[in-house]
């Protein structure tokens, strides 16, 4: 088990730019999620996938945030024309489905910085 | 909109004493309850998952849940300072496979 990996640690980019961040999740897992955290606040659930299919989506997901899993392996969260506001740490997530709710294990996080 | 609400602290107890932190949710429906511990810059990490009312206990961890009050808890015995991290409540919602968490207890062990 070498646990959820996320790349890259640090992103600093301008605003408006476009940036991409990978996840890859525990083996076994086939659940996925992406959240957002911000200073002094719990994660925000952005998204989340069952094996390649993407099924619940926050409305803090706006058009400009993308996210895939083509392989049902590893995901990509894509935003374009980065703000302000997009500065927070990413984190991905991953579980087991089985009956019930499994916990998640977090990856590092990568944290994005909008200048 | 689901919620989760935590005392945000900072909760400090001295080395040694059993700390308390306490979590409500507002969905009644929500079955599933977990603790995560997150050190300052750092991801969280699971501490406790808790399904079923009463108490369950692993090591100095113990949670505590109350479905009739939408209220969990989490008790640290015998603190020691590398306990000292903020600690989020996280609640599976009704319908849902993501987890809404709190803002989370910033704790403090003092030696």
């Known amino acids: 088990d070498t646990g959820v990996s996320q790349n890259p640690r640090h992103k600093i980019t301008k605003r408006g730019q476009n940036v991409t961040f990978r996840c890859d999740p525990i083996s076994e897992h086939n659940r996925l999620y992406w959240y957002r955290q911000t200073l002094g606040q719990g994660p925000e659930f952005l998204t989340y996938f069952q094996n390649e299919a993407q099924l619940e989506k926050s409305r803090l997901l706006s058009d400009r945030f993308s996210a895939e899993r083509p392989k049902g392996s590893f995901s990509t969260l894509e935003i374009q024309r980065t703000e302000q506001g997009d500065s927070a740490m990413y984190l991905c997530?991953?579980?087991?489905?089985?009956?019930?709710?499994?916990?998640?294990?977090f990856g590092d996080g990568t944290r994005l910085s909008i200048l | 909109q689901k919620e989760v609400e935590q005392n945000s602290g900072p909760l400090s107890v001295p080395e040694g004493a059993i700390a308390s932190l306490n979590c409500t949710y507002s969905?009644?429906?929500?079955?599933?309850f977990f603790w995560y511990r997150q050190y300052s810059g750092k991801s969280p990490e699971l501490i406790m998952s808790?399904?079923?009312?009463g108490d369950k206990e692993d090591g100095r961890f113990t949670a505590q849940l109350n479905k009739a009050s939408q209220y969990v808890s989490l008790l640290i015995r015998d603190s020691q300072p590398s306990d000292s991290a903020t600690y989020l409540c996280?609640?599976?919602?009704?319908?849902?496979?993501?987890?809404?968490f709190g803002p989370g207890t910033r704790l403090s062990v003092l030696p």
């Open positions: 969905d009644r429906g929500s079955q599933s």
């Open positions: 808790i399904y079923s009312n």
């Open positions: 997530a991953s579980s087991l489905s089985q009956r019930g709710h499994q916990p998640q294990h």
């Open positions: 996280a609640v599976n919602p009704t319908g849902g496979q993501n987890f809404v």
